[in-house]
Nanobody
C-alpha cells in the first residue's frame, strides 16, 4: 500500500516555473514506477511524465517534452515534476501515481494522490 500527497501547485504567469512534489508513504517506494498525470476542466485525464523505479528511465508527453522534468529521490520517498516555460494550456489538476509497471497509461496505476491545482495565467 502506498499513500501519495502532492504539493507545490499554485498560480503562475505564462513563462514561469513551478516544482511539484509528491511524497509517498511506505517503505517500498523505491519499488514503484511513478507517473504524473493532469486533468483540465472538461477534459480527459492525460499523461504528463513517468519515471522508472530507479530513476534511470523517464518518459514525457510530447506536449511537455523539453519543458518539464521528472525526477525522484528514493531516500526521501519523493518524486518531483519541475515545470518550466509554463503555458496557459498547462492549467490543470496534477496527480501523481504509483505502480510497479512503468507506463503512460493511467489505468495501469494502482495508487493516486489527491491532486494539486496548477493555474497558468496569460
Amino acid at each position: 500500500q502506498v499513500q501519495l500527497v502532492e504539493s507545490g501547485g499554485g498560480l503562475v504567469q505564462a513563462g514561469g516555473s513551478l516544482r511539484l512534489s509528491c511524497a509517498a508513504s511506505g517503505r517500498t517506494f523505491s519499488s514503484y514506477a511513478m507517473g504524473w498525470f493532469r486533468q483540465a476542466p472538461g477534459k480527459e485525464r492525460e499523461f504528463v511524465a513517468a519515471i522508472s523505479w530507479s530513476g534511470g528511465s523517464t518518459y514525457y508527453a510530447d506536449s511537455v517534452k523539453g519543458r518539464f522534468t521528472i525526477s525522484r529521490d528514493n531516500a526521501k520517498n519523493t518524486v518531483y515534476l519541475q515545470m518550466n516555460s509554463l503555458k496557459p494550456e498547462d492549467t490543470a489538476v496534477y496527480y501523481c501515481a504509483a505502480d510497479f509497471d512503468y507506463s503512460d497509461y493511467d489505468r495501469e496505476y494502482d495508487y493516486w494522490g489527491q491532486g494539486t491545482q496548477v493555474t497558468v495565467s496569460s
